[in-house]
């Protein structure tokens, strides 16, 4: 730091983002192996995705399949695939939300 003048060494900054930057990387680790559900039909439908928003499952019960009705069970099917993805987008917040954040506080980055 400069005497008085209130600003981080530029060594201060590296280590700042060489860290934001390692902790980024293990959050989106941690989404790529995380799985969140999301269900319609009262739990007919059953989507199953990874953190990132992969469709990783679907369990379809046979009580969802009417051959005389098939567009109702594909509402289902996309109705549990948004609510998944919805969880994940929830989970993405939740994990990399205040790294996000913490690029935004430090001094001297362009965020």
């Known amino acids: 730091m400069i005497p008085g003048g209130g ?3 530029m060594q201060d900054l590296l280590q700042q ?3 934001m930057q390692q902790d980024l ?3 989106q680790e941690e989404l790529a192996s995380a799985e969140v559900e999301g269900q319609s039909g009262g739990g007919l439908v059953k989507a199953t995705v990874n953190g990132s928003g992969e469709l990783r499952g679907l369990v379809i ?3 969802a399949v009417d051959p005389e009705d098939t567009e109702t069970l594909a509402d289902l099917v996309l109705a549990a695939v948004h609510a998944a993805n919805d969880n994940a987008q929830r989970l993405q917040q939740e994990k990399l939300g205040p790294l996000a954040q913490g690029l935004g506080g430090m001094p001297g980055l362009p965020f």
């Open 7 to 9: 600003q981080p060494n």
């Open 17 to 19: 983002a060489q860290k």
């Open 25 to 27: 990387a293990r959050a």
């Open 61 to 63: 019960d046979p009580k």
